[in-house]
């Protein structure tokens, strides 16, 4: 996927903007969830707080659960590994956050096909 100009990991904070992760799977209950807090978790040992840097991470689901909480083996396995499952919603997939998103992670090629018809043509550029 080509990133537009300006909108590269390395220029968001600088710009006051801010670059978004998003991880989508089927549910949101389970392993998008454990993705998006693995992924938060790294960011914060690695750069301090993510969001302060210009970097949001989320998730949501194709067939989301809207609202739910995760499922207890995915919070445990957050915590096995020292992330942080609290307050975590699950939430169901729009279109909205597809284009907002920076970069899309899907669980499958299917989510990934799920993900190319909602959004813009920047989530169908190939990959170079």
Same mark, same amino acid.
């Given at each position: 996927?080509?990133?537009? &100009? /300006?909108?590269?990991? #390395?220029?968001? +904070? %600088?710009?006051?903007? *801010? ?5 989508? $799977? ?39 659960? &809207? /609202?739910?909480?995760? #499922?207890?083996? +995915? %919070?445990?396995?957050? *915590? ?5 499952? $609290? ?42």
């Amino acid at each position: 996927m080509t990133v537009p &100009e /300006g909108r590269g990991i #390395e220029g968001t +904070a %600088a710009a006051g903007g *801010t670059f978004r992760i998003l991880h989508v $799977s089927t549910g949101n209950v389970c392993r998008s969830p454990i993705t998006e807090r693995l992924t938060r978790y790294a960011l914060s040992r690695r750069l301090g707080d993510p969001l302060a840097d210009g970097l949001l991470v989320e998730s949501a689901g194709t067939w989301g659960h &809207e /609202g739910a909480p995760m #499922e207890a083996n +995915a %919070a445990t396995v957050l *915590t096995d590994f020292g992330a942080d499952p $609290s307050g975590f919603v699950g939430r169901e997939l729009l279109d909205e956050h597809v284009i907002r998103a920076d970069l899309v992670l899907t669980a499958t090629r299917d989510h990934r096909a799920q993900v190319i018809s909602m959004g813009t043509p920047r989530a169908c550029a190939p990959s170079r």
